[in-house]
């Protein structure tokens, strides 16, 4: 594969007809919330963007990051325009293994050093640097020497944005996420457990674009994190009339009422999943009647359980309040005591003042 | 300490220690005044105490023109803000959820945007209830640091939850840590201050209405 071709040059020798494109690129421009008139800027660019060198790591993942983004439609304009990045290495994805594999990672961020966007799915662990390795080197150091020459480093899933899932208690491997390590390079956070495949593209158009994107700061793009699930949620008219559903059976879910009572993270959670959705626009986890599980935000294995809404608390708190009216009326009693006790004491010290003691002072 | 992690102290550890404060507090107060006691009455019942206490604590609770003349302001800020309260803590639908958790009991909400504007009049009504305490002489002269302190307290939850159901500023998880935390301490604070009056003011204003009822005075 050549690799000074244009991205343009590149599409046409696919097949892929300039309407085709075009269209991909308006839709870029309505997701990334940008004018109309961005479309011919964002062809413009995209045409003469050279493939740029992407390398990608993978760390502590169950690789649904990559899943999620290989199983969108195959035949889509966006697969395309990621086949038409260099992917140089991909443990994953790559057909070559082994000292090949690796030969394939160092010779790409040689030729590319300063130039090319390192991805990174997965949390680096820190207790020990054995816990996870790729061919005998730890996550760590191939992170520190990958994203020393990298222009960019875009971290896919909220493991690589903040941990995710093996960073939840007791973190056992201290698995920590990219921006806890690396501090002098731009990083773009695109988590989600997993990410929406268009989030992962739509970001790549806009670096190979306009460079980094506006980030929120949790260093997301504001375009595709800027609005939470609950506000662009279509159960929020539910929400603000106060019709829940209960259960996961019973008439409100049937009527598809808010499920905030089961446990929905919507208004807490920033993704685009209640707009773009998934599946090619099919359907999201609200939408096939699942609270929301706030899986782009941090901690969110820890956050108090999936099914109990976030205002509620986690103690056994009738249990408390037993257990505190019992100690409350015990100590009340006993005060209650004392203060008769005082009472009587004081009743009995009380001596009666008769004339005669009154003509005595006088 | 992450945000998520300021939200789990919130909600668990610290909601505990404030629900025994104010559990233990309240009964104690309440059970030190009860006990306490009165000496018997000895005089000859001309009426019912019962009905003179129940009677104190309806007629009391409504205002008659005299005070409404004297106090409009007092009167008129009272009701609304006490009002507001009622609905932004009882009837809005994640309070009714916390309530169904810890004591298994609920009932239908007010729809959203009703119990929005209610918090925004409630807001109102307290700091016209603090700028006249501050401008009027006798309040001012009458007021001490715990009329401002509680005053604080009861404003703090109201703006918080507005700040956290619009979600400004601040990252959502953390404001509703904020919110639930101004409550805890509200919670922790109630039952040895002048909040005591929830519980107290139906204990006082029976006693009137007993002694009166008890000798035949219609109170």
Known sequence: ?362 | MTETEFLLWVRGPAFQIATVIFVVGSIVRILEIMILGRKPNLAEARGSAVAGGLRTIITRSWPDRGTFKRSAVTLVSGYVFHAGLFVTILLFAPHILVIDEVLGISWPALPTPLVDATTVITIIALVVVLLHRIKDPVLRFLSRFQDYFVWFLTILPVITGYVAFHRIGLPPPTLIAIHILSVELLMIAFPFTKLAHAFTLFISRWYNGAIAGYRGVNS
Not at chain 1, 152 to 169: D, E, K, L, T, W
């Open chain 1, 1 to 362: 594969m050549k690799t000074d071709q244009t991205l343009g040059e590149r599409l046409r020798q696919q097949g892929i007809s300039r309407r085709g494109f075009l269209k991909f690129c308006a839709a870029t421009a309505s997701l990334l919330a940008l004018p109309p008139g961005m479309v011919p800027v964002i062809a413009a660019a995209l045409e003469k963007a050279r493939r740029p060198s992407v390398i990608w790591l993978s760390f502590q993942e169950c690789t649904g990051c990559t899943e999620s983004l290989t199983r969108s439609d195959a035949a889509s304009v966006e697969d395309l325009i990621f086949n038409t990045i260099s992917l140089d290495y991909h443990h994953t994805l790559q057909a070559a293994s082994g000292t090949g594999a690796e030969d394939a990672r160092e010779s790409a961020m040689k030729e590319n050093w300063g130039k090319y966007v390192l991805v990174v799915d997965g949390s680096i662990p820190t207790a020990n640097p054995g816990y996870s390795t790729i061919a005998g080197i730890s996550n760590v150091d191939m992170l520190m020497e990958a994203a020393a020459g990298a222009a960019a480093i875009v971290a896919i899933g909220s493991c690589a944005s903040f941990g995710g899932i093996p960073h939840a208690r007791p973190n056992p491997t201290g698995a920590v996420s990219v921006s806890d390590l690396i501090k002098d390079k731009p990083i773009i956070n695109v988590s989600g457990c997993p990410p929406i495949p268009v989030v992962i593209t739509g970001v790549l158009t806009h670096f190979l674009t306009f460079g980094i994107p506006e980030l929120d700061e949790l260093h997301r793009p504001k375009a595709f994190y800027g609005k939470s699930i609950h506000d662009r949620c279509y159960r929020r008219p539910f929400y603000d009339k106060g019709l829940f559903a209960e259960s996961f059976d019973d008439e409100g879910a049937k009527k598809g009422w808010c499920l905030y009572k089961l446990g929905c993270k919507g208004p807490t959670t920033y993704n685009a999943c209640a707009t773009t959705k998934w599946n090619q626009g099919t359907s999201f986890p609200i939408q096939s009647g699942h609270p929301c599980l706030g899986c782009s935000e941090p901690d969110f294995w820890d956050a108090g359980g999936f099914y109990h809404a976030l205002s509620i608390p986690t103690g056994d708190t009738a249990q408390t309040v037993l257990y505190g009216a019992a100690a409350g009326v015990g100590a009340g009693v006993a005060l209650g005591a004392l203060y008769r006790a005082g009472k009587a004491h004081a009743v009995h010290q009380h001596e009666k003042v008769t004339i005669n003691d009154l003509e005595k002072g006088g």
